[in-house]
């Protein structure tokens, strides 16, 4: 049935049909490619006389003003109009600015990657300590756990992780010391102020495959890899190979970058400054909360879900001591824990530039060995010997609270950071077992949870507004009145600030906890993820790897 | 005097040492053993070869009690050692010429 028309007529129809769509979709693709900015995956584009700045982070170059309606508008549109006569005039002056704005990035490129390595190097090392906390005949078991902890949950972050954490870091939050990251630019979900989840960079791919980014991402995912190891500490000498898995996709995948958005994405709570004038909105420097107590409280959740290890209380609840198999490891891996705090801590500043790095690495140490020595003496005063584990503990407690608060505060405030997370600490172990009877083996919760919601609080009460001035787009020039005010907390005269972050370290707890309860409870309901008490009381080693870590001779071939 | 010997579970120490305890029989030895009867041991796969692990971790218990205790610790011990699973080990009792104290010096001291 031709309905009247006739073949050529038809011809030319399809033909023209077929026209027109390619003339659309070349337009389309045309206008999206032109108005989008380009990744640059060989890093020559990136850091130019636009990067270019003092110390102050003052720009060489001033930038052409496009908002015509901004009352400065006439002497930005001069200032950059004066730079345009001059730099013709100086052609090598504006070459040195090229070179030097690169250079400028470049350096802050080298920092970021190698405090990054350093953070890679801690996975090293809660290995080591929470090896040495468990028993022999599950220590191959908890090894193999740690290290394939890194595998699958990379993956997760990789294929889509990233994408949601920073895909649109570029809106809200662009890193500048990396030279900004500018086609990480869309939310998923949300947008504006009120972003919820990012939505470029899927795979590390396209807008993602870019010096920038790059570097940005070894570094996030490393931090990453922190929470997703931490829910180890808890979960071990029970759980199944397979379920611990889907722990980590879940992590790499949906919890860890789903908060991180929020906080260091250019998400909502990173706004909340602008939007809703509460302080400089919620601030977590280096992860005290999107890392810390997002893995301690996780591993809360999966801890009261397995249930306790079998023995560990008695018919009558009392607790039974499992004692450490190896105590070397304890304190060598929290030594290399503490090495490698000095990239996470000051690498947070993703720039050498930043010379506040001297502080946070004095901070970090400082909070770390009052910590340590608070533990050690609160234990001696209360069970008559200082325990080497809680003085590990102690100093792991000391370091995930300073790490919210490191930038922001002064030696003192770090020092008593420190002590506050020393006590919180015991206080949170004994508590975990004695009253809850949440069987907790290495003091994850305690260590990571309990004490990285006391860090996001903490920076709220101690911060002292010697730095972050402008930090989430808040009081760029002055805040509180002050010229260069920075982050600063209730001591020093902020009472928004201390109301946000007790709010947004709180939000943190019940999220981490609430996501992964409702959907472990779910899974586990499906299949256990606990192994079976044969296995459980054999020790997994051989049940799950079929092998041991300490095999004894008597292995004989077949 | 007899020397009861029990190869028993690992993770069954405590429950044998307080069944042993409660019946007044407070000294004991616990050697780390491996060992096997009718247990079968496993194969596995190390690296592309195949071994085979027929000795499985177990603890000697050796306690040394006075005669009109004997049959009642063996009841102790096997109620407190069993899971009805094969492996739960085997008791050995056998007589001993003499028990002395090295601290004291005095003989029979069961």
Not at chain 1, 390 to 407: K, Q, S
Not at chain 1, 429 to 447: H, M, Q, T
């Amino acid at each position: 049935m031709s309905y009247g028309f006739t073949r050529s007529r038809r011809q030319a129809l399809k033909a023209g049909t077929i026209g027109l769509a390619t003339l659309c979709l070349c337009m389309l693709t045309t206008r999206v490619s032109a108005q989008q900015p380009q990744p640059d995956p060989a890093g020559i584009a990136t850091g130019d006389r636009t990067t270019a700045m003092d110390a102050a982070g003052n720009p060489f170059v001033p930038p052409e003003p496009t908002d015509m309606a901004d009352p400065d508008y006439a002497a930005k549109k001069k200032a950059f109009n004066d730079y345009q006569a001059q730099a013709v005039k100086e052609p090598l002056a504006v070459k040195l600015a090229d070179s030097v704005g690169h250079v400028r990035v470049a350096t802050n490129v080298g920092w970021t990657l190698n405090t990054g390595y350093l953070v890679l190097f801690m996975q090293a090392g809660f290995a080591l300590l929470t090896c040495g906390l468990i028993r022999k005949k599950n220590a191959a078991h908890l090894m193999m756990l740690n290290f394939a902890a890194y595998v699958f949950a990379f993956l997760a972050y990789y294929a889509v992780g990233y994408a949601f954490q920073f895909g649109a870091i570029a809106i809200n939050a662009a890193p500048m010391n990396l030279g900004g990251t500018p086609t990480l630019n869309k939310f998923l979900i949300g947008g504006g102020q009120w972003g919820w989840l990012g939505g470029k960079g899927f795979f590390m791919t396209g807008p993602a495959y870019d010096a920038g980014s790059n570097t940005l991402a070894l570094f996030e995912v490393v931090f990453m890899e922190t929470a997703g190891y931490i829910i180890v500490g808890a979960i071990c000498e029970r759980i199944t190979f397979w379920s611990f898995i889907l722990c980590e996709l879940f992590i790499g995948a949906f919890l860890y970058p789903i908060f991180g958005c929020w906080v260091w994405g250019g998400g909502w709570m990173s706004q909340l400054g602008s939007s809703l004038h509460l302080g400089h909105g919620y601030v977590d420097f280096a992860g005290s909360t999107v890392v810390h107590a997002v893995g301690g409280f996780t591993a809360m959740a999966l801890a009261v879900i397995l249930g306790p290890r079998l023995g560990k209380y008695g018919a009558d609840g009392t607790p039974r001591a499992f004692p450490a198999h190896n105590l070397t490891f304890v304190v060598v891996g929290t030594f290399i824990l503490l090495f490698g705090w000095m990239g996470f801590n000051p690498g947070s500043t993703l720039g050498a530039t930043d010379l506040r790095i001297s502080v946070i690495a004095v901070n970090t140490n400082l909070a770390a060995i009052a910590g340590s020595a608070t533990a050690m003496i609160l234990w001696y005063l209360k069970f008559g010997k200082p325990d080497i584990t809680m003085a590990c503990n102690g100093m792991l407690a000391g370091l995930v609270a300073i790490t919210a608060p490191c930038a922001f505060v002064g030696p003192t405030a770090a020092l008593v950071i420190g002590v506050l997370a020393g006590v919180l600490v015991c206080a949170g172990v004994l508590f975990n077992e004695r009253v809850i009877k949440v069987d907790d083996p290495c003091g994850a919760i305690s260590v990571h949870g309990y004490c990285g919601w006391l860090g996001g609080v903490s920076l709220g009460i101690f911060a002292d507004g010697t730095y972050g001035a402008g930090w989430n787009g808040v009081g760029a020039t002055t805040y509180l009145g002050k010229a260069g005010l920075g982050v600063t907390g209730l001591l020093h005269g902020d009472a928004s600030q201390f109301l946000i972050q007790l709010g947004g370290a709180t939000l943190c707890a019940v999220y981490a906890f609430g996501a992964t309860y409702v959907v472990f409870k779910f899974v586990n309901g499906i299949i256990p993820m606990r192994v079976s008490k044969e296995t459980e009381l054999e020790g997994l080693d051989i049940p799950e790897f079929g092998m041991e870590a300490y095999p004894e001779g008597d292995v004989s071939a077949a | 005097m007899k020397r009861i010997e029990a190869v028993i579970r690992p993770n069954k120490l405590d429950e044998v040492k307080d069944a042993l305890a409660a019946l007044g029989v407070t000294g004991l030895t616990a050697v780390e053993a491996r060992g096997f009867g009718r247990q079968k041991g496993h194969t596995e796969v190390y690296r592309g070869a195949e071994y085979h692990v027929e000795f499985v971790p177990k603890m000697l218990v050796i306690a040394v009690v006075a005669d009109n205790l004997v049959e009642a610790a063996v009841d102790a011990v096997l109620e407190a050692a069993r899971t009805g699973v094969i492996g739960d080990g085997k008791i050995f009792v056998t007589a001993l010429q003499d028990v002395i104290r090295i601290r004291t010096g005095e003989h029979q001291a069961v």
